[in-house]
C-alpha cells in the first residue's frame, strides 16, 4: 500500500496503481487456470454414461444453461472494446471467453446426450437464439465490473444447486429421479470456472473501493437495483427457464438475497 491516503493521489496515480494490480491479478489467473482447471468439454467427461432419462424439469434447465452461454461472442466481444486499453482486464476478458467457450460446449453436450432434444433441434435453437444480440446493460467499465462481479457469482450458485440435484441432495419430487455422476461432475467443474472468475472481479472490485470509493459504491448500488441475468430479453422461453430454476431451489430471488448479495 501507498504511504499516502488514496485521496491525495491524482486521477492518473490511481488508474496507474489499479492498472498495475490488474495485471498481477491477471497473470496469477492466468498461471492458475493453466495449472489447476485446464479441461477439456469433450474428453474430461464420460458422455456415453450421461444419463437419457433426466426428468422435464432438468432438461428445461440444462436447455437454459446452453442457450445463456450461446452469447459469449457478444459477451466477449462488447466487454473487450469497453476495457481494451486496460491490458490487464483485456488480456484477462480473452482468457474469461475461453473459458466460457468451453462452458457454452459442455452446456450444448448435456443437452445433445440427454436426447431430450434432436441434432436438428439443437442446431436450429443455435440459430435462433444468435440471431438475437447480447447488449450491455451499462456502458461504462465501472458499473460492468460490479455486474460480472454479481453475476459470476449468481452463475456458481445456479450450477453448485445444479450439482446437488445430480447428487441426488434433493429430495423433490420433480427431482428425485435425477442424480446422474457425469452431470455432477460437469456442474462442479464449470462452477469452479465461474468461482475464480468471481475472484478475479471481486479482487478488482476491492481495487476500485479503494481508490474510489464514492463513485464504486454509487455504481454497485447501482448494479444491485437492476441487475438481471443475461439473456433475460432475448433468449425464448427464458422465462419458463426461471421459474424451472427458481421451483428447483437452483437460483430465484431467494438464493439471490442470500447466496449471491
Given at each position: 500500500?501507498s504511504?499516502?491516503?488514496?485521496?491525495?493521489?491524482?486521477?492518473?496515480?490511481k488508474?496507474?496503481?489499479?492498472?498495475?494490480?490488474?495485471?498481477?491479478?491477471?497473470?496469477w489467473?492466468?498461471?492458475?487456470?493453466?495449472?489447476?482447471?485446464?479441461?477439456?468439454?469433450?474428453?474430461?467427461?464420460?458422455?456415453?454414461?450421461?444419463?437419457t432419462?433426466?426428468?422435464?424439469?432438468?432438461?428445461?434447465?440444462?436447455e437454459?444453461?446452453f442457450?445463456?452461454?450461446?452469447?459469449?461472442?457478444?459477451?466477449?466481444?462488447?466487454?473487450?472494446?469497453?476495457?481494451?486499453?486496460?491490458?490487464?482486464?483485456?488480456?484477462?476478458?480473452?482468457r474469461?471467453?475461453?473459458?466460457?467457450?468451453?462452458?457454452?460446449?459442455?452446456?450444448?453436450?448435456?443437452v445433445?446426450?440427454?436426447?431430450?432434444?434432436?441434432v436438428?433441434?439443437?442446431?436450429d435453437?443455435?440459430?435462433?437464439?444468435?440471431?438475437?444480440e447480447?447488449?450491455?446493460p451499462w456502458d461504462?467499465?465501472?458499473?460492468?465490473?460490479?455486474?460480472?462481479?454479481?453475476?459470476?457469482?449468481?452463475?456458481?450458485?445456479?450450477?453448485?444447486n445444479?450439482?446437488?440435484?445430480?447428487?441426488?441432495?434433493?429430495?423433490?419430487?420433480?427431482?428425485?429421479?435425477?442424480a446422474d455422476?457425469?452431470?455432477?461432475?460437469?456442474?462442479?467443474?464449470i462452477?469452479?470456472?465461474?468461482?475464480?472468475h468471481y475472484n478475479?472481479?471481486?479482487?478488482?472490485?476491492r481495487?476500485?473501493?479503494?481508490?474510489?470509493?464514492?463513485?464504486?459504491?454509487?455504481?454497485?448500488?447501482?448494479?444491485?437495483?437492476?441487475?438481471?441475468m443475461p439473456?433475460?430479453?432475448?433468449?425464448?422461453?427464458?422465462?419458463?427457464?426461471?421459474?424451472k430454476c427458481?421451483?428447483?431451489?437452483?437460483?430465484?430471488?431467494r438464493e439471490?438475497?442470500?447466496?449471491?448479495l
Amino acid at each position: 500500500r501507498s504511504p499516502h491516503a488514496p485521496g491525495l493521489l491524482s486521477r492518473a496515480e490511481k488508474d496507474r496503481r489499479i492498472e498495475r494490480g490488474i495485471t498481477g491479478l491477471y497473470r496469477w489467473y492466468l498461471d492458475r487456470s493453466q495449472s489447476t482447471r485446464n479441461w477439456n468439454p469433450d474428453r474430461h467427461f464420460n458422455w456415453r454414461a450421461f444419463r437419457t432419462d433426466h426428468s422435464p424439469e432438468m432438461n428445461y434447465i440444462l436447455e437454459g444453461f446452453f442457450a445463456v452461454e450461446q452469447y459469449v461472442p457478444d459477451y466477449v466481444n462488447k466487454l473487450l472494446q469497453l476495457v481494451r486499453k486496460s491490458y490487464g482486464r483485456a488480456q484477462f476478458q480473452v482468457r474469461w471467453g475461453t473459458e466460457e467457450q468451453r462452458h457454452m460446449d459442455a452446456w450444448q453436450n448435456t443437452v445433445l446426450f440427454s436426447r431430450f432434444r434432436s441434432v436438428e433441434w439443437i442446431e436450429d435453437y443455435k440459430e435462433a437464439l444468435r440471431n438475437n444480440e447480447w447488449q450491455l446493460p451499462w456502458d461504462d467499465a465501472m458499473h460492468m465490473l460490479f455486474y460480472t462481479l454479481i453475476q459470476e457469482r449468481a452463475t456458481q450458485i445456479n450450477y453448485l444447486n445444479a450439482a446437488a440435484i445430480a447428487a441426488g441432495k434433493v429430495d423433490t419430487p420433480e427431482h428425485r429421479n435425477d442424480a446422474d455422476p457425469v452431470l455432477e461432475k460437469v456442474c462442479i467443474a464449470i462452477a469452479t470456472d465461474e468461482a475464480a472468475h468471481y475472484n478475479f472481479f471481486n479482487e478488482s472490485a476491492r481495487l476500485m473501493f479503494y481508490y474510489y470509493p464514492s463513485q464504486s459504491v454509487d455504481a454497485l448500488v447501482d448494479v444491485i437495483k437492476h441487475f438481471a441475468m443475461p439473456g433475460v430479453d432475448i433468449i425464448p422461453n427464458f422465462r419458463r427457464f426461471q421459474e424451472k430454476c427458481a421451483q428447483a431451489a437452483v437460483f430465484g430471488p431467494r438464493e439471490y438475497a442470500g447466496d449471491v448479495l
